[in-house]
């Protein structure tokens, strides 16, 4: 099963679209990302994308935050929590990268190398990421819109984060980031891209049910006591 969390929403028409190209290119589920401005929005079209997209391709949200500042982070988690399949906040600032990987009920930290010259991850952020459960999302749109300099840099900061993702096994996502039909590739091709700059068929296949996790463990999130430990409820 091939999933991808991040494909960015736009109108009904857009996502549509987006959908019908993703499935024709062998996704079997896509999430429509949108940023904490544009979220109740695009989640309004819920109903009418199911309408249209139940015999094309599965799909749901994430929220996407864009944000500097840790607490407003804090306080729009907290917010959405339950409302959206999976909730990514985009990374690159330091401070951002720290607070997301010790934050539980964040799901994902999205391209923590965003406008930096490392990674965006050390030996203490990966153990975090492993400890609270928060997935890396490394985005193929990086390196698919750079040239030259920037987009050796974008691999040299993917072939960092595979380093640690070998030694501590945090959680690892990755995602297309796709803004059009022009941005989508076949699965065939996304596979290949990854495997070109180091990462194993094992580790690729790893990631897309590392996606399908959150989505599961989100739909029992309410009913999680901590981890591991869900409440069942005795109907009898």
């Not at 015999?55 to 929220?63: G, K, P």
Request: aromatic content about 12%; some cysteine.
């Amino acid at each position: 099963m091939f999933f991808d969390l991040n494909v960015k929403g736009d109108s009904l028409e857009n996502n549509l679209i987006l959908a019908s190209e993703a499935s024709k290119y062998g996704w079997n589920h896509i999430n429509f990302s949108y940023n904490q401005k544009e979220f109740q929005e695009g989640f309004d079209l819920k109903d009418e994308l199911e309408d249209n997209l139940s015999d094309v391709i599965n799909f749901d949200y994430t929220l996407e935050i864009k944000s500097t500042n840790v607490n407003e982070i804090r306080k729009i988690t907290n917010k959405y929590r339950n409302k959206a399949s999976c909730i990514s906040v985009v990374g690159g600032d330091l401070k951002v990268n720290r607070a997301v990987v010790e934050n539980v009920k964040i799901d994902v930290l999205s391209r923590p190398y965003l406008k930096r010259f490392d990674g965006g991850l050390n030996h203490v952020l990966s153990k975090e990421a492993l400890k609270n459960n928060v997935a890396i999302e490394l985005c193929f749109k990086d390196v698919l819109k750079s040239y030259l300099s920037y987009r050796s840099k974008f691999i040299s900061n993917f072939k960092d984060i595979y380093v640690l993702y070998r030694k501590f096994d945090f959680p690892l996502i990755l995602s297309s980031g796709a803004e059009s039909v022009f941005d989508i590739k076949t699965t065939h091709d996304f596979i290949a891209f990854f495997k070109q700059t180091g990462l194993t068929d094992d580790e690729i296949m790893k990631s897309f049910k590392t996606s399908r996790d959150i989505l599961e463990f989100n739909k029992n999130r309410d009913k999680m006591i901590f981890k591991g430990v869900r409440r069942v409820v005795d109907e009898a």
